[in-house]
């Protein structure tokens, strides 16, 4: 991948069936792997929560960015990866761009990770 090119929001489920109903092939775990990886990271947590948690469910880069200490550029590396794994979507309105979790990305991580209780 080259400097600037985003890479396609990653299918990471071709089906709702939970991981305890049928084994990831080898593909599917790369690709989830990747998604676990972006989360991985504290910063990117964190990132997440605030875009999920902001009122009306977007929160400006302005928002983000003051609540870590880091700079800009580190703070856009973090949103690249998150984006670049399917877990926030952009738009840019004037100078500022808003982000917004993608909720059917993390339908799906929650789904594959349901496990049923039993007693």
Request: net charge negative; hydrophobic share 40%; proline share 7%.
């Amino acid at each position: 991948m080259t400097e600037g090119e985003t890479m396609e929001p990653l299918e990471i489920l071709d089906c709702d069936s939970p991981l305890v109903r049928e084994p990831l092939d080898a593909p599917r775990s790369a690709t989830v792997a990747r998604v676990f990886k972006a989360l991985g990271d504290p910063v990117r947590l964190r990132i997440l929560s605030i875009v999920a948690s902001h009122a009306g469910g977007e929160a400006c880069v302005c928002d983000i960015t003051g609540a870590f200490d880091l700079s800009q550029p580190t703070i856009s590396h973090h949103l690249k990866v998150l984006k670049d794994v399917g877990l926030l979507t952009s738009e840019r309105r004037a100078s500022w761009v808003y982000y917004r979790a993608v909720p059917e990305r993390l339908a799906e991580l929650s789904d594959l990770l349901s496990v049923p209780v039993t007693a």
